[in-house]
């Protein structure tokens, strides 16, 4: 007899977990990752950053200030491909206005364990540095993963340089 009821309830005790388990939450913890303050903070450590690395200088301090500055917030990749082509990496590339920061606008979900960060990078100048506000700002894209319980950046994409506009008199 007990052997005929469990004939009867297993395969329906394995429908029953099956459909459990495919709506599971794995969406929600995924989008909780991204409202995590390390992932804000991550991408506000390297826009503070964005200024030491000179991108006028020569390529071997270029090279030295990207490892320096860079290397602690983001991927391995990442950083070995701006060392191979610095001229691509994010930094200073004139004397002013200079990068201050990044504003986010956007943290989203990218999948579990990875965000999409929209905002924009603030530049000042010594008027704006006294006076408040922002010389220009530069669109960018991140993506920020997480590994081994760090976040860190894994691709950066900035668009054109806009002025801010200017308050009216």
Not at 118 to 147: C, D, F, M, N, W
Request: proline letters at 10%.
């Amino acid at each position: 007899m007990a052997y005929r009821v469990a004939i009867f309830f297993l395969p329906a005790a394995s429908l029953v977990l099956a459909a459990c388990a495919s709506n599971a939450p794995a969406p929600e913890i995924a989008v909780g990752q991204c409202q995590a303050p390390e992932v804000r903070e991550v991408v506000e450590r390297f826009g503070e950053r964005l200024k030491r690395v000179s991108l006028l200088a020569p390529e071997p301090m270029v090279r030295q200030g990207i490892r320096e500055n860079y290397e602690p917030l983001v991927t391995p990749e990442l950083l070995r491909r701006w060392l191979d082509h610095p001229t691509r990496a994010p930094g200073r590339r004139v004397s002013s206005p200079w990068p201050a920061r990044i504003h986010i606008d956007s943290v989203e979900s990218a999948g579990a364990g990875s965000c999409v960060i929209k905002g924009g990078v603030i530049y000042l100048t010594s008027v704006e540095l006294t006076h408040g506000g922002a010389a220009a700002r530069q669109p960018v894209a991140l993506r920020v993963r997480e590994k081994n319980e760090r976040w860190r950046i894994s691709s950066y994409s900035g668009g054109n340089i806009l002025p801010s506009p200017q308050p009216s008199p």
